[in-house]
């Protein structure tokens, strides 16, 4: 099918569903308690983090592969991804035999690097390139021009997003009441276009919510433009959905099917990957907590209403559970860092312990930073409130006892340079 095409059919769909159902985990669709006792509905998880790839990425790879001609197939294929089309990729050059390159930002989880060569085995070469997935693409796409190789787009080939489309089928079919609410998250555009196409091709009444993080909303900044455009810059951490320019088919079909968009705090995906963990035993990585997330956005209108939320993977590294930890405490209100003008003098410490910090209060961080004069000296604060009211309390009580301070939370440059 062509690139032109404006629109998904869902017959191509239903049949893409039957040549990956052997190899594709049909996912379970759950019924959440937790979640339906908290947003008074009924809410329903698509659990694609149950993939053996751990993510829908597989729908679309295999997909598009099994498309490929005998002679296509002989040259290889190339793809990039920050993870999770990657790894499906991966999976399918085994299962066909073909050989594979697959272009990977620095930034990219160990884990998710770990299992595409685990999955991919010897027949694919990963290449880590660029900080971004844009920057991975680049270099992908050149590297498969010049030696002649297909390439496996993640979201903009009508081929992938079909196959992505799937999981629509899967949801409807599972489904024995109507659907009022779905909600996935956006990266290049993939999944919800063609998720959207099946469901609003089948159930028109159903709502369409595309989420996105605050700090990567590619899909809303080009629908707001009407034309496809690149973002100067994209906050990576999450990485399953921090993309700089999204298709330009995957944007076509996206402005017919969705409803309405979500933006997402990064620090309040994180809360939400806690919970999941905490309450739900769910390991989620950042885009498949997202959508969760924006069930809050919603809480009135699906009250009492059946909700799917499509948990759209969960390859989340273990070594990134402390930054986690941190920016869901950061958001919700609970840890603020200061730099604290300390007075050079005895009993200046002992001060801010006593008469400043609160009696719930926690320093998870005291650091002299430099003198800068005989009168002051900077020390970096880092504090852990039991309780967010707390808050204004210390401010009070710092201005209270001149110890002047400039707070970092409310100064990302700063903040990134110095935590």
Do not use: W
Not at 45 to 60: H, N
Not at 220 to 229: E, F
Not at 249 to 274: H, R
Not at 369 to 393: A, F, H, S, W
């Amino acid at each position: 099918m062509s690139e032109s095409l404006q629109t998904i059919d869902i017959k191509d769909i239903m049949i893409a569903h039957q040549r990956i159902k052997d190899v594709v985990k049909r996912t379970p669709l759950q019924k959440d308690a937790i979640l339906s006792s908290k947003y008074k509905c009924n809410v329903y998880l698509k659990r694609e983090d149950l993939q053996d790839v751990r993510s829908f990425k597989i729908r679309g790879a295999y997909h598009f592969m099994q498309s490929l001609t005998e002679e296509e197939m002989s040259k290889g294929v190339v793809c990039a991804s920050a993870g999770n089309h990657a790894q499906g990729v991966a999976y399918s050059c085994q299962a066909m035999k073909v050989k594979g390159k697959i272009f990977m930002p620095t930034t990219t989880p160990r884990q998710k690097v770990n299992r595409v060569a685990f999955f991919g085995g010897e027949y694919v070469d990963i290449i880590l390139t660029g900080d971004t997935f844009d920057d991975a693409s680049d270099e992908s796409k050149q590297y498969c021009q010049a030696h002649d190789m297909t390439f496996v787009h993640p979201f903009d080939d009508y081929r992938t997003i079909i196959g992505q489309g799937t999981i629509g089928l899967e949801i409807l079919e599972d489904m024995d009441q109507p659907i009022s609410h779905v909600f996935m998250s956006v990266g290049g555009g993939g999944l919800i276009s063609g998720v959207g196409s099946y469901i609003k091709g089948i159930s028109p009444d159903t709502k369409v919510i595309g989420v996105e993080p605050a700090g990567a909303a590619s899909m809303q900044a080009s629908l707001k433009a009407d034309k496809v455009i690149k973002l100067n810059s994209v906050d990576k951490f999450v990485d399953g959905a921090s993309v700089k320019q999204i298709g330009n088919l995957s944007f076509a079909i996206t402005k017919q099917v969705v409803d309405s968009f979500a933006t997402i705090p990064e620090g309040k995906i994180c809360t939400t990957m806690l919970d999941l963990y905490n309450e739900n035993a769910i390991v989620a990585e950042p885009a498949g907590a997202m959508p969760v997330t924006a069930l809050d956005d919603y809480k009135d209108e699906i009250k009492g209403k059946n909700v799917v939320v499509i948990v759209s993977g969960g390859n989340n590294d273990i070594d990134r559970m402390q930054d986690i930890k941190e920016r869901s405490l950061i958001y919700e209100g609970f840890k603020h860092y200061f730099i604290v003008s300390f007075p050079q003098r005895a009993g200046a410490l002992r001060e801010f312990l006593s008469l400043v910090l609160g009696e719930n209060d926690d320093i998870t961080r005291f650091e002299y930073t430099k003198k800068n004069n005989r009168d002051r000296g900077p020390v970096l604060v880092g504090i852990e409130l039991q309780n967010k009211q707390d808050y204004q309390p210390l401010i009070k009580r710092m201005e209270e006892h001149d110890f002047s301070y400039l707070e970092l939370n409310k100064d990302q440059e700063l903040f990134q340079l110095l935590i």
